[in-house]
C-alpha cells in the first residue's frame, strides 16, 4: 500500500508499479487517511516529507507541520495498530560536525529542515522509549538517483543534470568547497529492506552513506565537462553547512556495502 499526495510527475512516477499495489492519495497531516491506511499493515516505511533547506527557509512553518505534525499522526497509528515502523530521518540533522559523526553524536541543526527532521527523529525516539512503539531510524546521507525532483525545490545532481541538458550553465552558491555524502537511492532501499527483514533493531539509529564526500564545484565540473555547459558561482545558502562524512559502521555490521 503507498500513501503519496498527488501531482502530475507522482502520477506518472506510479504508473510502472500501480497494478502491483494498493493506491492511496493524501497527506500525512490527514490524520484520518493516515490511520485508515495503517490498518491492517505489518510495517510503515515513513518517507513523507517536505525536503528542500532552501524551501524552509522561506515556509518554515510548512515543515514543521509536515515533517513533525505529519510524523506524529503517522506514530500514533502505528502505536494504535502495533505496527513496525522505520523512519526516514536524515543526515542534516547533526549540522556541520569537523569528526564524522555517529549515531550518538549531538544534534546541531542549520536549516528549518533540518531541525524539523531532528524533532522528528527524536519523536520516533521517545515513542519507543515511552510506549515500546517499535520503530527503527535511518540517517541516509544526501540520496540522489532516477526521476528525482530537479528545478525549484529539488535536488542539486538532477538540477545540473537538467541545466545541463538545456545548455545552461550550472550554478554554484559559495566556493564550491563544501562536500557532500552522496548515496544512490538503489543502495538505501537495500538498507531498508535489510532493516524490514532484521527482528532485533527497535530503537536503534542507522546513519547510511558511502564514505565518499565530492564537493559541490567537482561535482559541477564534471558534469559541466560531459555536457559541455559553464559553471558560475553565487553567493552562499544561510543555512547551508560545509559538509561532512557519516560514520556508518553500524549499517555496515549489519552487512550493508554501499554499491
Known amino acids: 500500500t503507498v ?3 498527488f501531482s502530475e510527475v507522482a502520477k506518472a512516477n506510479v504508473s510502472t508499479f500501480e497494478q502491483d499495489v494498493t493506491l492511496v492519495w493524501g497527506s500525512i497531516t490527514d490524520r484520518e487517511i493516515v ?9 510503515v516505511v515513513h518517507l513523507a516529507a517536505h525536503i ?16 513533525v505534525g505529519g510524523t506524529m ?10 505496527v513496525r515502523m522505520i523512519f526516514a530521518s536524515s543526515c542534516e540533522v547533526y549540522g556541520y560536525s569537523v569528526e564524522s559523526p555517529n549515531e550518538s553524536a549531538e544534534m546541531r541543526p542549520h536549516s528549518p529542515y533540518a531541525a524539523s527532521k531532528a524533532a522528528a527523529d527524536r519523536m520516533c525516539f521517545a515513542y519507543n522509549a515511552s510506549f515500546g ?22 535536488a542539486v545532481i ?3 543534470a537538467s541545466l545541463g541538458a538545456a545548455g545552461k550553465p550550472l550554478t554554484v552558491f559559495g566556493d564550491g568547497k563544501q562536500r557532500r555524502e552522496y548515496i544512490h537511492i538503489k543502495d538505501l532501499v537495500k538498507v531498508y529492506d535489510m532493516l524490514l527483514h532484521q527482528s532485533d533493531v527497535a530503537g536503534k ?5 558511502t564514505g565518499e564526500t565530492p564537493s559541490i564545484g567537482a561535482i559541477a565540473e564534471f558534469i559541466g565537462k560531459r555536457m559541455n555547459v559553464s559553471v558560475v558561482n553565487q553567493p552562499p545558502r544561510p543555512g547551508e553547512v560545509p559538509g561532512f562524512e557519516l560514520d556508518s559502521s553500524a549499517i555496515a555490521e549489519l552487512g550493508y556495502t554501499p554499491e
Open 205 to 209: 539509529v542507522f546513519n547510511v552513506g
Open 158 to 160: 538532477p538540477i545540473f
Open 52 to 67: 528542500n533547506v532552501d524551501e524552509s527557509l522561506t515556509t518554515p512553518r510548512n515543515y514543521v507541520e509536515v515533517n
Open 133 to 154: 512503539t517499535d520503530v527503527v531510524i535511518v540517517r541516509p546521507s544526501n540520496v540522489y538517483g532516477e526521476r528525482q525532483k530537479s528545478g525549484k525545490g529539488g
Open 73 to 82: 499522526n503517522v506514530l500514533e497509528a502505528v502505536r494504535a495498530t502495533g
Open 3 to 5: 500513501l503519496n499526495t
Open 35 to 43: 490511520e485508515k491506511t495503517v490498518r491492517d499493515q505489518d510495517v
